[in-house]
């Protein structure tokens, strides 16, 4: 009944729509800048060139086809002739996805002397202009997904850097460095969100190209370095910046979600949040292509009409969730028929938070663990919503991914990616399971470092994870330990009210001043890692019976007994054999300074892997200095951590 009078709504919200439309793009345009999250539309296209709203598509829904992009105006790297030539950095978002296996060409940023590229026969050299250039001058890195031997390619997925003609330079298999320097291929055609980076130093004509997945930081190490020297180009004049793609005999897509770049200087990080990641994730972007954006507006219409006369009924029910989430959402129905009704053979496990079950996905078989959690407190909720959909586009591959979520009446239901191998306590206390060795407990330190790196300083929000300990480290099929709950500690800690004495965390992982003062920081998530990785090496709880008198003694506090007592290497698990001294007691005592209980002295994470990856070292210390106020003259290194001083969160303690 509500509903009857939805059509003023609807032509105020056309209306809202569209002029709201033209401006949903972030663009900073300067002279020797530029910063594209997500597409205007007046960028010089050609050939099949297209954009779709909030991104760019470079090839067309036909095969055989291509195209390609240019900024509207010429940048220019030499102010006059003989003056110096600007470096420039630039990165950006694309995907590639090739449906019906028709494979595509691939993708090239180009720079350019001209930007009107003669259209080269449709579907063929990546867009590129193939001629004798004594007109064009171009330099592309190609994201190639062909193999021309002739051309220079080493496979047919590779990443190549051109200059002047379509004979590679140099060419890589595509793919990155992780943080311990493996080497992780990347499918190009996967449909998969991949970023990006070209850097070029015009003193020494260096070329960078390093490529990631979306959402993991800039690899430290470049897939591809070379030198190149540009200055031909770059001195001509009038140098236009872009993409261009062709694709092969089928249909197949080649799009440009986010682009920045910027002439001597580093180029801005791009904000995943406006760029069209998730659609393209979720859904595949035939998904956003196939509707004509007549339909896609109007879908949208008829979905905003049905929010409104809902956000009318429901009012009323103040006491009813309230969410705006982004991100994707199950149906109780789904979740009952994917845990056989919630059964009790389901069960994984029984957390602070709630119950845990395994699950098997009705649509698409895939495996899933599904949490149970009914929050405590009724005020906030919205706001809660709010960072569970923050929390759903955090991705990283030592964090549990959250895939989604589902509520019902008073229970929130998340879904994550399954684990199978459980978590990490089982196998340090577990006699049962085997024990893993030290090259293994090495690993998964690392990479819990890595994940917590990533929420508290790499991501574009900082999070606090706030119980941080063995049992929320989850080893997935390859045995990486990976951190779930990310987050969720608010859910129990009644607003971090200063009039309750409740704090969230696990006994023996919180920070003395966290006790005191209830408030999480990145430095308390800080103390629970040292305390983490001091239990990975010795395989003791973090609250033990002391060894003569058994009264309880905290582990950090055992480890610098034993340590006082004669060697720290004492303090090894003793299953633990053929592990390398060097290391083991670089852990530990990284582990005593990250838990040590003047929060000021712990070490931020960026150091932390800085010395777990042995680019820093740990000054030497004596176990009596750890006692509080020991250390007081020694500093961590501030230049490495200053971004660390002031500590934001979202989960916004009132
Ligand atoms: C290229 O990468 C190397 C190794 O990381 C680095 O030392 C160099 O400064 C980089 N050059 C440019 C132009 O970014
Ligand atoms: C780079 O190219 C420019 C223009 O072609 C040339 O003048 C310069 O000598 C070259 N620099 C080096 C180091 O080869």
Not at 354 to 372: D, E, F, M, S, W
Not at 528 to 543: L, N
Request: charged residues 20%.
């Amino acid at each position: 009944m509500l509903c009857l009078s939805w059509r003023p709504y609807l032509l105020v919200l056309l209306f809202l729509c569209l002029a709201g439309h033209l401006n949903t793009f972030d663009v900073i345009v300067g002279n020797n800048e530029l910063v594209y999250n997500g597409f205007p539309p007046d960028m010089n296209l050609g050939g099949q060139a297209l954009w779709r709203g909030n991104f760019l598509s470079l090839t067309g829904a036909l095969g055989g086809t291509s195209g390609h992009v240019f900024c509207s105006y010429p940048l220019s790297f030499q102010n006059h002739p003989g003056s110096p030539i600007s470096s420039f950095s630039t990165t950006f978002v694309f995907v590639m996805d090739f449906n019906n296996h028709h494979k595509g060409n691939g993708l090239t940023f180009m720079l350019s002397s001209t930007s009107d590229l003669p259209d080269n026969l449709p579907g063929q050299y990546l867009g590129l202009p193939y001629s004798n250039s004594d007109v064009h001058v171009f330099f592309a890195v190609e994201f190639d997904t062909v193999l021309n031997p002739e051309f220079g390619d080493i496979d047919n997925n590779h990443v190549g850097v051109d200059f002047n003609s379509l004979v590679s330079v140099e060419s890589q298999t595509a793919g990155f460095y992780d943080y311990i320097g493996e080497f992780q291929t990347i499918v190009l055609e996967s449909e998969k969100t991949v970023q990006s980076w070209v850097d070029y130093d015009s003193k020494s004509h260096q070329l960078n190209v390093t490529l990631a997945p979306c959402y993991i930081s800039k690899p430290q190490i470049p897939l591809l370095s070379t030198t190149v020297n540009l200055s031909s180009l770059l001195s001509l004049g009038p140098v236009y910046a872009g993409f261009s793609a062709s694709s092969g005999k089928g249909s197949s897509g080649h799009y440009v979600l986010g682009w920045s770049l910027k002439l001597d200087g580093v180029a801005q990080p791009l904000d995943y949040t406006v760029l069209s990641i998730r659609e393209f994730e979720s859904h595949g972007p035939n998904y956003l292509i196939r509707g004509a954006p007549s339909i896609v507006l109007a879908v949208f219409l008829i979905v905003l009409a049905v929010l409104i006369c809902r956000h009318l009924r429901k009012a009323k029910e103040d006491d009813d969730w309230e969410i705006k989430c982004g991100m994707p959402s199950f149906t109780y129905k789904d979740l009952v028929t994917a845990t056989e009704g919630f059964s009790n053979k389901m069960l994984l496990g029984k957390g602070g938070f709630g119950r845990v079950y395994k699950g098997v996905l009705p649509t698409t078989t895939q495996h899933v663990a599904i949490k149970r959690v009914s929050p405590e407190s009724k005020q906030g909720k919205k706001e809660f919503m709010a960072e569970i959909a923050i929390l759903g586009h955090v991705r990283h591959r030592n964090l549990v991914q959250l895939l989604g979520y589902c509520r019902y009446k008073q229970e929130l239901l998340l879904v994550y990616d399954y684990m199978p191998n459980g978590s990490l306590d089982k196998y340090l206390y577990d006699k049962n399971t085997p024990t893993l060795d030290w090259a293994r407990r090495l690993h998964i330190i690392k990479g819990v470092a890595s994940g917590i790196f990533y929420l508290h300083e790499d991501w574009e929000q900082v999070i606090i994870h706030r119980d941080i300990k063995a049992s929320n480290v989850l080893l997935d099929d390859d045995m990486n330990g990976r951190l779930g709950d990310f987050g969720l500690a608010r859910l129990h800690d009644h607003g971090v009210d200063a009039h309750t004495t409740h704090v969230a965390g696990t006994w023996g992982y919180i920070a003395p001043e966290l006790a005191r003062l209830g408030k999480a920081t990145k430095a308390t998530d800080v103390f629970a890692f040292g305390v983490f990785i001091i239990e990975v090496v010795c395989g003791r709880k973090p609250i033990g019976p002391a060894s003569t008198s058994g009264d309880l003694l905290a582990l950090a506090d055992w480890v610098r007994g034993t340590w006082q007592g004669g060697s720290i290497i004492d303090a090894v698990d003793s299953e633990l054999k053929d592990y390398d001294t060097t290391e083991v007691e670089l852990v530990l005592k990284l582990g005593l300074l990250c838990s040590h209980s003047l929060s000021r002295l712990r070490p931020c994470m960026r150091l932390v892997m800085l010395y777990l990856e042995g680019g820093a070292r740990l000054v030497d210390f004596q176990p009596a200095s750890l006692v509080a106020g020991g250390r007081e003259d020694e500093k961590v290194d501030e230049a490495v951590c200053a971004s660390s001083a002031t500590t934001v969160t979202i989960i916004s303690g009132r």
